[in-house]
């Protein structure tokens, strides 16, 4: 299984950006999907994930109601729409995928995921 996450870039405070993880030589059907950041001196933290099957989605409370995840079956994708951006936003953002359809008990850590994504670096200037 490949990831490849792109869509990252400088955008101001209060701006949006839209990240996109290609996903390829797997049945994804019944995968869960992860994006998850690292800003610079700190771990790596979860971010949102969607169950391919149905669609469920996961949010950290620090995102919750600013970022959306969903995904596009046809195209294997699955995006990050990040609006309302914050310094603190600022990171490499990495997609990840597990192979099956995670509890939400595990859905946060990274521990529990299959492959990773190379990150796509977001800079959120204030």
């Known amino acids: 299984v490949q990831l490849q996450a792109s869509g990252g870039g400088l955008v101001q405070a209060g701006g949006s950006l839209r990240l996109s993880c290609a996903a390829s030589?797997?049945?994804?059907?019944?995968?869960?999907m992860g994006w998850f950041r690292q800003a610079p001196g700190k771990e790596r933290e979860f971010v949102a994930a969607?169950?391919?099957?149905?669609?469920?989605?996961v949010y950290s409370n620090s995102v919750k109601g600013r970022f959306t995840i969903s995904r596009d079956n046809a195209k294997n994708t699955v995006y990050l729409q990040m609006n309302g951006l914050r310094p603190e936003d600022t990171a490499v953002y990495y997609c990840?995928?597990?192979?099956?359809?995670?509890?939400?008990?595990?859905?946060?850590?990274?521990?529990?995921?299959?492959?990773w994504g190379q990150g796509t670096l977001v800079t959120v200037s204030s």
């Open positions: 990840a995928a597990a192979e099956y359809s995670m509890i939400v008990g595990r859905i946060g850590e990274p521990r529990w995921y299959d492959y």
């Open positions: 030589g797997g049945t994804f059907s019944s995968y869960t």
């Open positions: 969607i169950r391919w099957s149905g669609g469920s989605t």
